[in-house]
């Protein structure tokens, strides 16, 4: 019978603890380096691009051109008073939630499609005898666009859905409340691409706010105009009044 040298018996587990050592060592840099990629690549919240990596046109349009002509236009002392759309809200309400109970699931639906994201329902604060309403019970959808989505949502305001109004002539000019937010009426959802006039259960109407950063109502009225909102003319205006 062969005797087992104690050297056999030595060298293989310092061979195989060198290599796990040079193979954890070797395991372990990738991630650390990836590790502090990952904290000097990253964003903040607000500058994400929306999904398919690329900046919505209006963003970008906004950035390049309508900045350096609103300063021009109101000799702004320093580049951060410019005014800028802070976010773009969305409300529905939905009376008739209390009797159908699929008003609110079609609503939902609807506006997620219209906005690229889920809204929420709104519920009642108090309890109205009259109305047979109770507290909690959800009586409206709302739905807050930041960021891209509230740029690529203009976009589509401005150029797509606006235009497709029958007898459309315009939105009005002094739909301000004085602080420089406009608040729009839209009849109805279906002037939207993404709704199927075929698979809706009933026309309904909401209202859009846009939050802007102007002073006054007439920044917030030249920026809306520079970005595209189809303002009624003035002429045309006048010519209703006389």
Do not use: C, W
């Not at 587990?13 to 990836?34: I, K, L, M, V």
């Not at 609110?104 to 309403?133: C, N, W, Y």
């Amino acid at each position: 019978m062969q005797e087992v040298q104690p050297t056999d018996r030595v060298e293989e587990p310092e061979e195989s603890t060198e290599s796990n050592e040079e193979e954890t060592q070797e395991a372990s840099s990738p991630g650390q380096s990836d590790q502090g990629k990952a904290t000097k690549e990253k964003k903040p919240r607000g500058s994400r691009p929306a999904r398919g990596g690329e900046r919505p046109r209006l963003l970008l349009r906004y950035r390049d051109e309508l900045m350096a002509q609103m300063n021009q236009e109101f000799s702004y002392g320093n580049i951060m008073e410019t005014p800028r759309v802070q976010k773009v809200v969305i409300n529905v309400g939905l009376g008739e939630a209390l009797t159908n109970a699929r008003a609110m699931e079609a609503t939902l639906h609807d506006i997620g499609m219209i906005t690229g994201q889920r809204p929420v329902a709104t519920k009642a604060k108090r309890s109205v005898a009259t109305f047979k309403l109770r507290e909690g019970q959800a009586i409206g959808v709302m739905a807050t666009l930041r960021g891209d989505r509230m740029y690529i949502f203009l976009d589509k305001l401005f150029n797509t859905a606006l235009p497709r109004i029958r007898d459309f002539r315009g939105v009005s000019r002094s739909a301000f409340d004085g602080r420089g937010n406009y608040s729009l009426g839209i009849r109805e959802q279906i002037v939207f691409p993404e709704i199927d006039y075929n698979q809706i259960d009933k026309l309904r109407g909401f209202q859009v706010n846009i939050i802007t950063s102007a002073k006054t109502d007439q920044e917030a009225l030249r920026l809306l105009e520079l970005m595209g909102m189809p303002f009624t003319r003035i002429q045309e205006r006048e010519a209703v009044h006389a």
